[in-house]
C-alpha cells in the first residue's frame, strides 16, 4: 500500500510563498502521473498542478505563472512551489498519485492514492 504525506502548509501573508511537499513510500515513478489538487470550504476538489512521470507538467489556469510543481525521484517527494500567494489559494492541498494513465489523461488522473491534506491559509 503507497502512502503519501504532505507537509509544509500553513498561514502566509498574501503576496507570500510556501513550498509543499509530497513524499511517497515508494518510488514516486510507480505513478504515470501525481498531482496537487486543492478543496475549499464548500467547494469541490480541483487539480492544481500536474506531473507526468516523464516530466510533463500541467497547471489551472488560476495559478499559471504562480506556482511550480516539480520531483525529486531520489527522495520520492513531489512538490508545489507557491509564490505571490491570494486568499483565494486558501484551501487544504491534496497530493494525488494516478497509477495508470495515458496521454493527454494524465493532464487531470484519476486518482488511486491520496494524501491526508495539508491546510494553507493566506490571510493578513
Known amino acids: 500500500q503507497v502512502q503519501l504525506v504532505e507537509s509544509g502548509g500553513g498561514l502566509v501573508q498574501p503576496g507570500g510563498s510556501l513550498r509543499l511537499s509530497c513524499a511517497a513510500s515508494?518510488?514516486?515513478?510507480?505513478?504515470?502521473?501525481m498531482g496537487w489538487y486543492r478543496q475549499a470550504p464548500g467547494k469541490q476538489r480541483e487539480l492544481v498542478a500536474s506531473i507526468t512521470d516523464v516530466g510533463r507538467t500541467n497547471y489551472a489556469d488560476s495559478v499559471k505563472g504562480r506556482f511550480t510543481i516539480s520531483r525529486d525521484g531520489a527522495k520520492n517527494t513531489v512538490y508545489l512551489q507557491m509564490n505571490s500567494l491570494k486568499p483565494e489559494d486558501t484551501a487544504v492541498y491534496y497530493c494525488?498519485?494516478?497509477?495508470?494513465?495515458?496521454?493527454?489523461?494524465?493532464?487531470?488522473?484519476?486518482?488511486?492514492?491520496w494524501g491526508q491534506g495539508t491546510q494553507v491559509t493566506v490571510s493578513s
Open positions: 515508494g518510488t514516486i515513478f510507480s505513478f504515470n502521473a
Open positions: 494525488g498519485g494516478a497509477k495508470y494513465c495515458s496521454g493527454s489523461g494524465c493532464y487531470n488522473p484519476v486518482v488511486d492514492y
